[in-house]
């Protein structure tokens, strides 16, 4: 039997549900394999606190067919400073049928020179800083150019899931995957992007972002030689 293998890169303080989001449906795909790769196979925490255990190193990890970058604020911007990472990045990526990320986990894609050229999606509030990785934005939850496929934050995760899942193994699987985890989303505000969220909301999100912002501008300065 030919198994698909899914392999998440995973790093301190990532943004948990970037990963679990995805994994939650590419998991139940026929005939597919997860492997949680991570630089070591010690346990490995995300910013909210849920420690993950890997189920690969680099060293061990097997040819991927779909490669998975989730995001993160400092795990990110420590990730693409980090040789090991990036480079492990690269090396899956060039066999890989599918190279992915969500949300910031495109910056690591970025800096491992695979978005160059093309078109890419990312958190809304990063969103202006994908050309210093060569990229251009698409205003879009999902983007696709060629293999690469890039999602927005965080929750986009499992709607670029369904998405991949559908493109691998048929709609019909897809949506069964969908009917399975209930995801039928009706969330009880309208405020979820910044189209769409209230004055108010934005002027309270909105700062919390400044800082991030600059620290990603100084970590992909600084990769530019990993």
């Known amino acids: 039997m030919v198994r698909f293998n899914v392999g998440f890169v995973i790093f301190p303080e990532l943004t948990q549900l970037d990963f679990t989001g995805p994994l939650e449906v590419l998991a139940r795909l026929p005939q597919s394999a997860i492997h949680v790769v991570a630089k070591s196979e010690a346990p490995v925490l995300s910013d909210c606190g849920l420690s993950v255990l890997p189920t690969h190193t680099f060293a061990t990890c097997p040819p991927l067919d779909l490669l998975c970058v989730p995001g993160g604020r400092s795990g990110v911007v420590d990730a693409m400073g ?32 695979l978005l160059r050229g093309r078109r890419a999606t990312t958190h809304w509030a990063f969103t202006e800083l994908l050309p210093l990785v060569g990229a251009t934005h698409e205003k879009a939850r999902i983007v696709k150019d060629g293999k690469v496929i890039t999602a927005g934050g965080v929750t986009s995760g499992i709607d670029f899931g369904l998405s991949v899942a559908a493109e691998i193994a048929g709609e019909t699987v897809a949506q069964a995957i969908q009917l399975s985890i209930e995801y039928d989303p009706a969330p009880p505000f309208g405020s979820g992007h910044p189209d769409r969220a209230p004055d108010d909301v934005g002027a309270t999100v909105f700062p919390r972002y400044e800082q991030a912002r600059t620290a990603f501008r100084d970590g992909i300065a600084r990769a530019v030689t990993v």
């Open 82 to 113: 980090d040789r090991e990472t990036i480079e492990f990045v690269r090396r899956q990526a060039g066999a890989a049928r599918y190279v992915t990320s969500v949300c910031t986990g495109a910056f690591i894609l970025g800096v491992a020179g």
